[in-house]
Every structure is written in structure tokens, then in C-alpha cells.
């Protein structure tokens, strides 16, 4: 079973740049045909898609954040990552990564952007 | 971008049966589409339910069941326990972007 566990900065100033990472065990990231996929959820609403890395070399972005996120793998790490640029309050959310297909998601890590 | 459609909020008697849909605003929903189900419940975060129109993980309970029905995909408990309270998602695959609904709150009471 794959386990996935994301870390990164709680809190991020507005402007800034968030820079998340999705460790992966129980598994290699390289192998297979699967998604790696960001989500995030503010608090009290509903779930977004952010966008993911098929283990093709293919991305595919949400259009609504496309021009400020970008997510990569690092297969010497076992891990991938995201990055999301020009961040506002809006951007305070919970961010999960997950392994599509099946049900492979971490538990999620609180982002707050605030000064 | 497409719109996913769901149920804002459902409620069941324990040990009832209820069906939860996920609609497009694309059109039929296809099992090309790849649906998921998602439960969450509060101050948790999500669980894969049914993945791929009908497929479960280990945990899944065998009371859930997913389907295609009237051209949408649908998330069917049968014979409903308190537990199953929370929220449900749907999650539409159009060739690469996902776009998850609004939720639907299912309420056992």
C-alpha cells in the first residue's frame, strides 16, 4: 500500500511563492501509470483540483491557477512537488497530495497566507 | 471548463437505501469519465469510496456501490449506519483534468 505524506511551510506571506513536497513509501513513483496529483480545500468549502504529473512526463494544470502552479517529480527522492506563485489570502486552504488511479492520498497540511 | 453536478445535501433512515448522483455539464456521464467517489468526514481528510465508476478499495464497506444511472454516475448505500454520515464528493476525469462536485452532505437520521 502506497503512503503518501506532504510537508512544507504552514505560513507564507502574501506574494510569495508556496513550495510543497509529497513524499511517497510503500512504492516507486517512476513506476506504473498513475497521477500525482495536488488538491486543496479551504476551510468549510468544498475540494479543488490543483493539478497533477502523469508518470508519462504529461501535466495538466486546474485553468484557473495554471499560469502560477507548476508540479514536478523528483524520482531520486521518491517524491514530487508543487509550486504556487503570487499567493493571496485566497490560497489559505489544506493541500492533499494523492496517487490517481485508486486511493492513495496524504492527510493534508494546513497553508495559511498572512503577513 | 466542465461543471460537476451533485446533490447539496441527502438525508437517510438508518438502514435505509439512498443513491447519491454526480452529473456533467458536459453531458452523460461515461465510464470514460473514470468517476470517483470521495468521503469525507469531519476534521478528516478525503477517502478514495469507488474509483472508476465501480471499483473499491479494501476499506470500502460492501453496503456502497457505484454506477452509471440516467446518464450520470451514481454512489448507492444500502441499508445506511450512522457512520456513513458525512460528505461525499464526485470526481470527473475530461482527458486529464479532474474537476471534483460541490458535495453532497448525507445526513443518517
Known amino acids: 500500500q502506497v503512503q503518501l505524506q506532504e510537508s512544507g511551510p504552514g505560513l507564507v506571506e502574501p506574494s510569495q511563492t508556496l513550495s510543497l513536497t509529497c513524499v511517497v513509501s510503500g512504492g516507486s513513483i517512476s513506476s506504473g501509470r498513475y497521477s500525482w496529483s495536488w488538491i486543496r480545500q479551504p476551510a468549510g468549502k468544498g475540494l479543488e483540483w490543483i493539478g497533477r504529473?502523469?508518470?508519462?512526463?504529461?501535466?495538466n494544470y486546474n485553468p484557473s491557477l495554471k499560469s502560477r502552479v507548476t508540479i514536478s517529480l523528483d524520482t531520486s527522492k521518491n517524491e514530487f512537488s508543487l509550486k504556487l506563485s503570487s499567493l493571496t489570502a485566497a490560497d489559505t486552504a489544506v493541500y492533499y497530495c494523492?496517487?490517481?488511479?485508486?486511493?492513495?492520498w496524504g492527510q493534508g497540511t494546513q497553508v495559511t497566507v498572512s503577513s | 471548463q466542465a461543471v460537476v453536478t451533485q446533490e447539496p445535501s441527502v438525508t437517510v433512515s438508518p438502514g435505509g437505501t439512498v443513491t447519491l448522483t454526480c452529473g456533467s455539464s458536459?453531458?452523460?456521464?461515461?465510464?470514460?469519465?473514470?468517476p470517483y467517489w470521495l468521503q469525507q468526514k469531519p476534521g478528516q481528510g478525503p477517502r478514495t469510496l469507488i474509483f472508476?465508476?465501480?471499483n473499491k478499495p479494501s476499506w470500502t464497506p460492501a453496503r456502497f456501490s457505484g454506477s452509471l444511472l440516467g446518464g450520470k454516475a451514481a454512489l448507492t448505500l444500502s441499508g445506511a449506519q450512522p457512520e456513513d454520515e458525512a460528505e461525499y464528493y464526485c470526481l470527473l476525469w475530461f482527458s486529464g483534468f479532474a474537476v471534483f462536485g460541490g458535495g453532497t452532505k448525507l445526513t443518517v437520521l
Open positions: 504529473f502523469y508518470t508519462t512526463g504529461i501535466t
Open positions: 472508476d465508476t465501480n
Open positions: 494523492a496517487r490517481f488511479p485508486g486511493d492513495s
Open positions: 458536459t453531458g452523460t456521464v461515461s465510464s470514460s469519465l473514470y
